[in-house]
């Protein structure tokens, strides 16, 4: 499958096209019960040939429930025919120029996961070489097999894909730890300016980034002796609170002004330069997360290391309905560099999110307690924003309430934003579940009326930027070494002893290592299970010993840091900086493009000078 040449014409952004409705199909779970199914698929009198869903006896009084909507309906669990019906129009919309989002929804123990990654113990290396050279294992789900006819595209430059987790309403990033990740709420939000060599971070008014006040006070606790803390009421701390409200009115009245000059097209300029956070561009990064790290994907192997590290990261438990309940939503951005042409000159940079949303449940039903039924409740809710966030697309108001959650901030360019969404509701036929099986088919009805505003992705020169992010990464990593020279980093207190520093950092060293060791067990479970090994309960144990032990130092370590004097966390002008540099060194290997249009040999790795080598 190679991608068309969609170069003809201008660069830049590309031509807006028609509003397109979210488009909606359904995957029926197979009931294997005593009792028979209540759902019925035909097409007979269906919208344009489209399935017909009916549901019997669906409100416990004889009637009847149709959903006539569906583009298109999914039987059994043969994922080849998942991906023929979900995947390949969403590849052929990529083929557009268009980025595209495919998000699966339904209630818990539906078969959401395995419609997007696939059964337990599927995705491994084992089981990819037993599909033959090119071929593709039979078990694995859409987002890998997207991945992998992407990889055999000759016009597919790069591949880079980054995985959060929004779990109690904080994204964390799977791809990093676990990490908690702060939200950019501004298109110019994080930027950095370098000026003669030396950066700043920009803030717009209102966003969550550090105040002009915090960086007036660090600037000046580094010329003195950093003895100012936040609240610190001195002289100097009031001259400084004063100038931060002053800038801050200033900001709030040439708003009008810098809003309409955003407005027209940026021009470049050798002494200043922008560099814009998050991993993206454009309306469709309004609203996301910075710096999350991003793996590099090139070969198959790849694939199957990447999705079976998210499986393994998600946070997830067992409950009375499903044995591996998925307790997050689960977000994987696939970044895609095409080239366009033969020559190789200009290349198009589109997105691919793939959304496994976790399960709606009932607690009655699901009989959690105490941080399960938390988390069930916090699910709920979140989904309950989306909920109102397609309530209010679809009757076309004025105001969409995409802030009120971490998950609809996410999604905002997937819903009502410039890109092509696709839907599965994923149902289960156990006639247990009607009347979850109705509501969830009702909210795909829902979905259907909003509409999107379909743009091309922009069309830019090979490496276009690059030298730009590495001047500003290089004077970003030069503040921050100033910074931290001048004790704003993070560092023992004046109450700690030499004893208890090394207890600190053997408990550190040790939790890395324990973190580690969790995550070869893991993967060498799925690679276990992709064999067929008969017995595994032993390397579970081991599993389950290493798990123990990294949350038993977690736990030393923060009451190590809660003890008073024993250690001062870095000031809010380095946690900024830090955030600032994770978020250009991501823009950097996106940039990281051969100018000769072939694939890069190898991954990408930044060095300390900013310089990106090979």
Request: glycine share 10%; charged share 25%; with cysteine.
């Amino acid at each position: 499958m190679s991608l068309p040449n969609l170069s003809a014409g201008s660069g830049g952004r590309g031509d807006r096209g028609s509003k397109a409705t979210v488009e909606v199909s359904a995957r029926l779970r197979p009931w294997n019960g005593p009792e028979p199914s209540k759902i019925a698929v035909g097409v007979a009198n269906g919208r344009d040939g489209a399935s017909v869903v009916t549901i019997a006896d669906s409100d416990g009084k004889g009637s009847n429930s149709e959903f006539r909507y569906l583009a298109r309906v999914v039987l059994g669990d043969d994922q080849t025919a998942c991906f023929e019906a979900l995947g390949e129009k969403l590849l052929t919309k990529l083929k557009s120029g268009y980025s595209c989002t495919l998000l699966a929804y339904g209630q818990t123990g539906s078969g959401k996961t395995h419609t997007m990654f696939g059964p337990p113990g599927c995705l491994s290396e084992s089981e990819l070489s037993g599909a033959g050279s090119g071929g593709v294992p039979a078990r694995w789900g859409v987002f890998p097999r997207v991945a992998l006819s992407l990889l055999r595209d000759p016009d597919v430059l790069t591949i880079h894909c980054s995985a959060i987790e929004v779990y109690q309403d904080r994204a964390y990033d799977l791809m990093a730890g676990g990490a908690l990740l702060q939200m950019q709420t501004s298109r110019r939000s994080d930027a950095v300016r370098v000026v003669g060599g030396k950066a700043s971070t920009l803030h717009a008014p209102g966003s969550g980034a550090a105040s002009a006040y915090n960086v007036e006070v660090n600037r000046m606790s580094t010329a003195r002796d950093r003895s100012h803390p936040p609240s610190c009421r001195c002289g100097r701390c009031w001259a400084a609170r004063e100038k931060a409200k002053a800038e801050r009115l200033k900001a709030i009245r040439e708003a009008p002004r810098t809003a309409a000059a955003a407005a027209r097209p940026a021009k470049r300029r050798a002494s200043t330069s922008l560099v814009d956070g998050g991993c993206g561009g454009g309306e469709a990064m309004a609203m996301a997360t910075v710096g999350e790290r991003l793996e590099h994907v090139q070969e198959p192997g790849d694939v199957a290391r990447l999705a079976r590290h998210v499986e393994a990261s998600r946070t997830s438990h067992g409950h009375a309905l499903n044995a591996r309940s998925s307790r997050s939503h689960c977000l994987v951005r696939m970044h895609i560099t095409v080239r366009l042409g033969d020559h190789g000159g200009r290349v198009r940079r589109q997105q691919f999110l793939f959304v496994d949303l976790a399960g709606s449940e009932r607690v009655t039903k699901t009989q959690v307690l105490g941080q399960r039924r938390a988390e069930a409740l916090q699910i709920n809710a979140s989904l309950t924003t989306l909920g109102r966030v397609i309530q209010a697309l679809g009757e076309g108001r004025a105001h969409v309430p995409y802030r009120d959650a971490t998950l609809t901030k996410l999604l905002h360019a997937s819903f009502g934003g410039e890109s092509y969404t696709q839907v599965v509701i994923n149902v289960s036929s156990d006639p247990a579940q009607t009347e979850e099986s109705v509501c969830s088919l009702r909210f795909g009805a829902r979905m259907t009326k909003v509409k999107n505003r379909l743009q091309v992705a922009t069309t830019t020169d090979a490496g276009s930027g690059r030298a730009e992010i590495e001047q500003a990464l290089h004077a970003v990593r030069t503040r921050l070494r100033e910074l931290k020279a001048a004790g704003q980093g993070g560092r023992f207190g004046p109450n700690s002893t030499p004893s208890e520093e090394r207890t600190f950092r053997l408990n550190m060293q040790r939790h890395d290592d324990a973190n580690a060791e969790v995550s070869r067990l893991r993967n060498e479970l799925a690679e276990s299970k992709g064999r067929g090994a008969p017995n595994v309960s032993a390397l579970e144990a081991r599993i389950q010993a290493a798990e123990f032990e990294a949350s038993n130092l977690h736990h030393i370590i923060l009451r190590q840091r809660s003890i008073k004097g024993f250690w001062l966390d870095p000031s809010p002008a380095v946690i900024q900086l830090e955030r600032d540099e994770s978020s250009l060194v991501a823009r950097l290997q996106l940039a990281s493009v051969p100018v000769g249009g072939a694939r890069p040999p190898n991954r990408v790795v930044v060095t300390d000078a900013g310089h990106a080598a090979r």
